[in-house]
């Protein structure tokens, strides 16, 4: 069985680094194909796809946002990060892990973890 | 960036009724499309992926088709379950990209 579940600060400043932390089992990100990405959500509104790391420690971000991005993974623990730097309000959000299959799509979502930037 | 532009933005029917949903890239995105479905207070789940493949456990009365640059999602039979928004999902080139959302209502 598959599962994912996001880990994080749920409030921080302006300027502060996000970290988020994904904790997943069923699955080992040294598996050929298979990946983790990172997307969020703000309140009521669509989805924006950040950044992936694959089981080659291939990595890709949204280019809208690469300068502040940073992702990692670590395979003996079953966990990957995501840093962002210089939050600010615009980045409040519920951010998601997902498992990425080698098509790209996101077949596994954890519940989400909300993240509030605010002074 | 492949923009994805999805319509309707909100979709009233009744039960047992079909609805189609669609979604049009900027550019050729071989089937590379996926479909989630996120109810309300809870995580999106992947529906279809490659176009018209059915993820594990979802009902047959969604199915995906389309190719190209446009991409359609149907539901047979409408039941109240369905009541979720729904997103398409290109995932051809990077930025992964993502239509703005249907929100399926029941009349």
């Known amino acids: 069985q598959v599962t994912l579940k996001e880990s994080g600060p749920g409030i921080l400043q302006p300027s502060q680094t996000l970290s988020l932390t994904c904790t997943f089992s069923?699955?080992?990100?040294?598996?050929?194909?298979?990946?983790v990405g990172w997307i969020r959500q703000p309140s009521g509104k669509g989805l924006e796809w950040l950044a992936n790391?694959?089981?080659?420690?291939?990595?890709y971000f949204n280019p809208s946002l690469k300068v502040r991005l940073t992702i990692s993974k670590d395979t003996s623990n079953n966990q990957a990060f995501l840093k962002i730097t210089n939050v600010d309000t615009a980045d409040t959000a519920t951010y998601y892990c997902?498992?990425?299959?080698?098509?790209?799509?996101?077949?596994?979502w954890g519940q989400g973890v909300m993240v509030t930037v605010s002074s | 960036d492949i923009q994805v532009t999805q319509s309707p933005a909100s979709l009233s029917a009744s039960l047992g009724e079909t609805v189609t949903i669609e979604c049009r890239a900027s550019?050729?995105?071989?089937?590379?499309l996926a479909w989630y479905q996120q109810k309300p207070g809870n995580s999106p789940q992947l529906l279809i992926y490659d176009a018209n493949d059915l993820a594990d456990g979802v009902p047959s009365r969604f199915s995906g088709s389309g190719s190209d640059t446009q991409y359609s999602l149907k539901i047979n039979s409408l039941q109240s379950e369905d009541v979720a928004s729904y997103f398409c999902q290109q995932y051809n080139n990077f930025p992964f990209t993502f239509g703005s959302g249907t929100k399926l209502e029941i009349k």
């Open positions: 997902v498992r990425m299959n080698y098509g790209g799509s996101a077949d596994y």
């Open positions: 069923g699955f080992s990100l040294s598996t050929y194909g298979l990946g």
């Open positions: 790391i694959w089981w080659d420690d291939d990595k």
């Open positions: 550019e050729d995105i071989y089937s590379n």
